[in-house]
């Protein structure tokens, strides 16, 4: 019967988790660890999506129309996998250079997803 009860109480004893400790054996080597990096890094990439002749014509519509008007704009920039959101007021654009100058940023023009 004692034993019953010593069985008990060692088995009640409190479980103590060992956070990450438990799981530093997985970064032992240092190329491991790079290569799980990198892998996490490229799981949420996203791809550059082809725009339309259509989509083009409505960023132009939108580019003369803020221009023109003085209007703040919204634009997405596809950059290394990710999209981006930049406000702005548009203050110019080069084609030969191939940028689009916002007030506090230059974006290139290849990277413009979207302007709104």
Known sequence: ?????????????VYVDRKMMKWLPFQSLPEQGEDLNILYQNRHKQTKPVLSEDQYALMQY?????????????????????????????????????????DQATILLDSIVEIT
Not at 1 to 13: C, S, W
Not at 81 to 91: E, H, L, P, T, W
């Open 1 to 13: 019967m004692n034993a019953v009860r010593l069985l008990v109480v060692i088995m009640a004893e």
């Open 62 to 102: 939108r580019f003369e129309e803020a221009w023109q008007n003085h209007q703040r704009v919204t634009v997405k920039v596809y950059e290394r996998g990710r999209f981006k959101d930049m406000d702005g007021y548009i203050v110019g654009a080069d084609q030969t250079l191939g940028v689009l100058m916002l």
